[in-house]
């Protein structure tokens, strides 16, 4: 089974705070993406990697940065957290085929 | 990128057969539709993948017509444990392509 994690299920951050979301899948997959999920706007894609060190911006990259070294780990940053980034994120990994698997997401508060 | 556009919500009872259309009017040659089934809390799952005419697995049926501008999740007999939200997903599946776009879903409550 394709297994996909993510390092917290909930955070709770400070106005300013630079946050790191990590992300780790067990499958070898080369393509990893960050998507965050508010009510009624459904999932929004951060940022999308297809290798190491390869990235592309998504729908809403502004205000996030993300980091790939390693294949099987896609780090989603913060620089300096607000209220507006308070979400539901989600990571995703899938291989050059249709499926995407998700891991569990995190929830994260910035007060 | 394709956009698509699905109804917010529906509503069933247990043991119908349930069809959630989602329209994609500039679907392009090269995009693929994927649909995909949220639980609360958890990650989205794969349900079922197409490009044209009818595709069944052990889950769902896909019907997508010949000019693949829609396309339509049919579930049979549906249970309690079907209530869930349902995304459609149009875009290239190509080594390094992230055209993949997630609509605002469909909310599907099964009723005893």
């Known amino acids: 089974d394709v297994k996909v994690t993510q390092s917290s299920r909930y955070l709770v951050k400070r106005t300013g705070e630079k946050v790191f979301l990590e992300c780790v899948q067990d499958m070898d997959h080369e393509n990893m993406f960050w998507y965050r999920q508010d009510p009624g706007l459904g999932l929004r894609l951060i940022y999308f990697?297809?290798?190491?060190?390869?990235?592309e911006k998504g729908d809403i990259p502004e205000g996030y940065s993300v980091s790939r070294e390693k294949k099987e780990r896609f780090s989603l940053i913060l620089e300096s957290a607000s209220t507006n980034q308070t979400s539901m994120y989600l990571c995703?990994?899938?291989?050059?085929?249709?499926?995407?698997?998700f891991g569990p997401g995190t929830r994260l508060t910035v007060t | 990128l394709a956009k698509t556009t699905q109804p917010i919500s529906m509503d069933s009872y247990e043991g119908q057969e349930v069809n959630i259309t989602c329209s994609h009017n500039?679907?392009?040659?090269?995009?693929?539709i994927t649909w995909y089934q949220q639980f609360p809390s958890q990650g989205p799952r794969f349900i079922i993948q197409?490009?044209?005419t009818k595709v069944t697995n052990e889950v769902a049926s896909l019907f997508i017509p010949a000019d693949r501008k829609s396309s339509t999740l049919s579930l049979p007999r549906v249970s309690l444990s079907d209530t869930a939200v349902y995304y459609c997903l149009v875009g290239d599946l190509g080594a390094g392509s992230y055209q993949l776009t997630f609509g605002k879903g469909t909310k599907l409550s099964v009723i005893p």
């Open positions: 990697s297809y290798d190491v060190k390869m990235k």
């Open positions: 500039n679907i392009a040659t090269n995009d693929y």
């Open positions: 197409g490009y044209k």
């Open positions: 995703a990994s899938r291989t050059n085929s249709y499926e995407q698997y």
